[in-house]
Nanobody
Framework: QVQLVESGGGSVQAGGSLRLSCEAS????????MGWFRQAPGKEREGVAA????????YYADSVKGRFTISQDNAKKKVYLQMNSLKPEDTAIYYC????????????????WGQGTQITVSS
């Protein structure tokens, strides 16, 4: 059974930093993409970043480029999202996703999802 468990959510003031973790189990970790998505109230789920776990190639949404960094620890089967210079508009539930079957930024392209973790950025 595949499980993705996110951690690291919380509240922070604008300009602050947070790091999210996603631990995968029951999944062939090293040969696919893993991604981070977010969903704010009343908005569609949007792709934030993705990483090819087999080689480390990374992808980012324009809105987070230069502020967010996706990385991985293959030995621990973990993917991280380091979020710096956070803005109030980054407030959302953040989800980890695995096993890409389409475009990295398309939430419908991933087979497995974590339960989500709330990020709140206050001004």
């Amino acid at each position: 059974q595949v499980q993705l468990v996110e951690s690291g959510g919380g509240s922070v003031q604008a300009g602050g930093s947070l790091r999210l973790s996603c631990e995968a189990s029951g999944y062939t970790y090293s040969t696919n993409y893993m991604g981070w998505f977010r969903q704010a109230p009343g908005k569609e789920r949007e792709g934030v970043a993705a990483i090819w776990t087999g080689g480390g190639s990374t992808y980012y949404a324009d809105s987070v480029k230069g502020r967010f960094t996706i990385s991985q620890d293959n030995a621990k089967k973990k993917v991280y999202l380091q979020m710096n210079s956070l803005k109030p508009e980054d407030t959302a539930i953040y989800y980890c996703a695995a096993e890409l079957q389409g475009n990295w930024y398309d939430w419908g392209s991933y087979k497995y999802w974590g339960q989500g973790t709330q990020i709140t950025v206050s001004s």
